[in-house]
């Protein structure tokens, strides 16, 4: 069965450090994985995909998040935190089988700290 | 190239009344997702369809909603009679579903509030 699980609710950061927020999923195979962004009264935006190619993935704004299969991690990192960051973050696994759900985590709220 | 396109954006109305949401996917996409997403429960599926038609609406709460897709350049979703508990953002999203990398893209979300 597959699962995703973001291990923290909210994540406080000060602007300027970096941010980590993470992610553990649960896959029979090797899934897709995902990471979205959900900013005030807006949709879901795309952050970064990987899709086993290279294990570390470059987003947009500066976001990064490292596959690393032996863990059954996937987290999202940006070395410097910015006040336009503040939003919820989904990590989201998407199987091999499309036919297969696609597993939302929580989410993660982002507060960024002036 | 558009987006996932919802309308309406807003809709505030009474209980009993019914209510329609609507959803243009992106030309190509083949598979078609309805979210809500509320405060207290997060996001949740409530069907997808596959090339028009519906592969899982085990996420629809109840008989008051029903979805439809009777082509592939729009779905509708359908509330009757709506309810105070019905308030949420409901999503749309598409995905291209072989092929591709399979990320969803979603629209701006139906904010509705049933008084």
């Keep these: 069965a597959q699962s995703v699980t973001q291990l923290d609710s909210h994540v406080s950061v000060s602007e300027g450090t970096p941010v980590l927020l993470r992610c553990n999923y649960s896959s029979s195979y090797s899934p897709s994985l995902f990471w979205y962004v959900q900013h005030p009264n807006k949709g879901l935006q ?30 999202l990192t940006k070395p410097s935190a910015h006040m336009s960051d503040a939003a919820e973050y989904f990590c989201v696994v998407r199987p091999l089988n499309r036919d297969d759900k696609i597993i939302f985590g929580k989410g993660t709220r982002l507060h960024i700290l002036p | 190239d558009a987006g996932v396109i919802q309308s309406p954006r807003h809709e505030v109305t009474e209980m009993g009344q019914e209510v329609t949401l ?15 997403q509320t405060m207290m429960r997060g996001l949740e599926l409530l069907i997808y369809f596959n090339n028009n038609v519906p592969i899982d609406d085990s996420g629809m709460p109840e008989d008051r909603f029903s979805a439809k897709m009777p082509n592939a350049s729009f779905s509708t979703l359908k509330i009757q009679p709506s309810e105070p508990r019905d308030s949420a953002v409901y999503f749309c999203a598409s995905s291209s579903g072989q092929g591709g990398t399979g990320e969803l893209f979603f629209g701006e979300g139906s904010r509705l509030t049933v008084l």
């Design chain 1, 46 to 75: 795309l952050l970064l995909k990987y899709t086993s190619a290279a294990t570390l993935v470059k987003g947009i704004n500066g976001f990064e998040a490292e596959f690393k299969k032996s863990e059954t991690s996937f987290h």
């Design chain 2, 22 to 36: 609507r959803c243009k996917p992106i030309s190509g996409h083949n598979s078609l997702f309805w979210y809500r």
